[in-house]
């Protein structure tokens, strides 16, 4: 059995998740999601566009396995009371009781106390567990891991999800090496395929064929300091290219020297859609 087919505990959290999870916004149908769990992907995402089968997926699911899902709702909220009744209605839409993450979106910024206070309601009304944070300011992150060890943070964040892929690779030198390691929070790492650039031919080296998926999850994974990667596939072929990840295993040197080459190409050439802090040439 491979590496990646083994599950692994998530950060300090008692909870143990696949290598991959599912994000919910492009409509991946609801027989995909329970089949992708029959297959050991137990993380889902119900994220940036809540659809309705992806939720009734989760309910269908939870019915007989709550225990073992792991189940995280995203906010864009601006304003920290609107969180409330956002995560009120995902709970009321899926049947839970509660969701194991609550995951503050696309955040550039140390988010106010008043967030962490929303938190801090929320869990001790049982309706979340564990608090993240996503972000495309990479510098934060540090700055997060540093308070978080002086004990400076009322709250702490349990996981944290930023972008990380063949042509984006600066969390290799600016975060990574910074992840404290006790309290240890998980990673999640998303846009692994670089909105699909990395899989175009036409923004390929000369002579270089495309990535596949399979290879862009397989780099990410193969990265010892990233716990989960969210995949966003639409369909059952894109779910079953991202699950063969985990059955491919480990990337061989050969390999990576190619995609990081190949990776290199795109960074330098193509223009991210959103450039993340910390990023030098683009």
């Known amino acids: 059995m491979s590496d990646f087919l ?3 505990p998530l950060g300090h959290s008692d909870l143990v998740s696949s290598r991959l999870g599912i994000g919910s916004s492009f ?6 999601v329970e089949h992708a769990f ?3 992907v137990n993380y889902l995402y119900w994220g940036s566009i809540r659809r309705p089968g992806f939720g009734q997926a989760i309910r269908h699911l939870a019915k007989r396995h709550r225990d073992e899902l792991i189940l995280t709702v995203q906010s864009y909220a601006r304003l920290p009371r609107l969180i409330v009744p956002s995560v009120e209605l995902a709970l ?5 009781d509660h969701f194991d993450y609550l995951l503050l979106g696309a955040r550039n910024e140390v988010p106010s106390d008043d967030y962490l206070e929303v938190f801090e309601q929320l869990r001790d009304r049982g309706k979340v567990r564990f608090l993240s944070l996503s972000t495309h300011n990479r510098p934060l992150l540090k700055k997060l891991f540093a308070t978080e060890q002086q004990g400076q943070n009322a709250v702490a964040y349990d996981m944290f999800m930023l972008r990380y892929n063949a042509a984006h690779r600066g969390a290799e030198k600016d975060v990574f090496p910074f992840v404290p390691n006790r309290p240890r929070p998980a990673i999640l790492a998303y846009t692994a395929t670089r909105w699909g650039h990395l899989l175009d031919a036409q923004k390929m080296p000369p002579g270089e064929t495309p990535l596949s998926a399979r290879d862009c999850y397989r780099f ?12 966003g596939p639409a369909n059952a072929e894109q779910m079953d290219e991202a699950i063969s990840a985990l059955e491919a295993g480990p990337l061989e040197q050969e390999e990576r020297t190619r995609i990081e080459r190949i990776g290199a190409y795109v960074y330098e050439k193509h223009q991210p859609s959103f450039p993340d802090g910390g990023d030098t040439t683009t």
């Not at 009321?92 to 839970?96: E, P, V």
């Open 38 to 40: 029959e297959r050991g």
């Open 6 to 8: 083994e599950r692994q």
């Open 220 to 231: 990410a994974l193969s990265n010892p300091n990233v716990d989960v990667v969210l995949c």
């Open 92 to 96: 009321r839409r899926t049947g839970l």
């Open 27 to 32: 409509g991946l149908p609801q027989k995909v």
